[in-house]
């Protein structure tokens, strides 16, 4: 069973920064795909950013130019650079990973951007 551990969240003012890490328990290498997805109370989980195996990045139209994602083969984990972050970024953010069989998520971890 493959476990993913993420780190990085915490409390930030607006136009801030953080980066949330996610460490995973396998080889990265092994992963289809990788990704950054939120949940704002009362709303559904959105993704935020994707990376492919290949390095394709895919982002949400509203972190386009602020966050970046990519990923550390070495270290087994993928990374969420997240820049001018504002109110509305405020969520707890998952990471997920897909291999060719199943889905693995990680317990999520709170951003609070205060204004």
């Known amino acids: 069973q493959v476990q993913l551990v993420e780190s990085g969240g915490g409390l930030v003012q607006a136009g801030g920064s953080l980066r949330l890490s996610c460490a995973a328990s396998t080889s990265i290498f092994d992963m289809n795909a990788m990704g950054w997805y939120r949940q704002a109370p009362g709303k559904q989980r959105e993704v935020v950013a994707t990376?492919?195996?290949?390095?394709?990045?895919n982002y949400a139209d509203s972190v386009k130019g602020r966050f970046t994602i990519s990923g550390d083969n070495a270290k087994n984990t993928v990374y969420l650079q997240m820049n001018s972050l504002k109110p509305e970024d405020t969520a707890v953010y998952y990471c997920?990973?897909?291999?060719?069989?199943?889905?693995?998520w990680g317990q999520g971890t709170q951003v609070t951007v205060s204004s």
């Open positions: 990376i492919t195996r290949s390095g394709r990045t």
């Open positions: 997920k990973m897909s291999d060719w069989l199943h889905d693995y």
